[in-house]
């Protein structure tokens, strides 16, 4: 998957100071690599019975809407707070100053489902976890989450043991 992270710029001190940050729209810009990290991430869950994709909002969606349609199954956005026009559940979670919220239509999922949950990016884990308590609240089950880069380092996999989780490419001590 060299290539692949090879295609991700590095901005360092973005949005603040310290933050290296991992710029997926390069990866984006790129149509064979954007393709073939969709088709591999699609691929790790072909057989787990997903019947349907939740993306995060809204880097998420870029990746979770292309995996949808590779495995056949129906998209749905995890928006943040206020955006969606339906009847709602929703969960707060702890960012790093303050908190926020994750909100899903109380239709879209329901018991009996099985949810792949799907992020462009795991650093704590903790975005991801409340999208997966969110899954859960809903009476669907967790079928596996995957994001496309996992920042190591930072251990958001212990957030995550609960489940079968899947990253394409990884960052550590970079
Ligand atoms: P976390 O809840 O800490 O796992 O953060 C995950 C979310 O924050 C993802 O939706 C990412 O888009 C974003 N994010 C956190 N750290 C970075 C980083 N270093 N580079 C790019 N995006 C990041």
Redesign the pocket.
Known sequence: MEHLKNLIR??PD?PKPG??????TTLFLHPAGFKESVIAMAHEFRDAKVDMVAG?????FIVAAPIALELGVGFVPMRKAGKLPGEKLGVE?T??YGTDRLEVHSNALRKGMRVLVV????????????ACDLVEQTGAEVAGVA?L?E?TD?K?RE?LQDYSCFRLIE?AGE
């Open positions: 590095t901005i973005f933050i290296m940050f991992r710029d997926l995060i909002e809204s880097r998420g979670y960012l790093e992020d462009d990016l795991i650093a704590t884990g903790g975005t991801m976890r409340a994001c880069v920042l930072l958001g957030l960052f």
